[in-house]
Nanobody, 122 residues
């Protein structure tokens, strides 16, 4: 089970840190990803990282502004979001995959959290 938290309302240029806590004892076995879905749009990839956290990929739209990390001892993955823009407004979801490599495809992720709303005002 995945539970995302940390969303909220922030002004453009501000920062938020999302957390996603996972239950169970095999968190380190999962590739983790963050996706987002804005109103009227399809779900899109944001970031993903390997089981050890050593391989990380970002969507071009967030590269240089967002940082994904994980703490396997705490069963938690994080998404630090800086320099937020109004177009970052969306529901953010964390997801877990048993793939051996990080993936940008939502279909690779079998487990999804409920999502947390991020709203960036201009």
């Amino acid at each position: 089970q995945l539970q995302a938290s940390g969303g909220g309302l922030v002004q453009a240029g501000g920062s938020l840190r999302l957390s996603c806590a996972a239950s169970g004892r095999t968190f380190s076995s999962y590739v983790m990803g963050w996706f987002r879905q804005a109103p009227g749009k399809e779900r899109e990839f944001v970031a993903t990282l390997s089981r050890s956290g050593s391989n990380i990929y970002y969507a071009d739209s967030v590269k240089g502004r967002f940082t994904v990390s994980r703490d396997n001892a705490k069963n938690t993955v994080y998404l630090q979001m800086n320099s937020l823009k109004p177009e970052d407004t969306a529901v953010y979801y964390c997801a877990a995959s048993l793939s051996t490599l990080p993936s940008v495809r939502a279909q690779a992720y079998a487990y999804w959290g409920r999502g947390t709303q991020v709203t960036v005002s201009s």
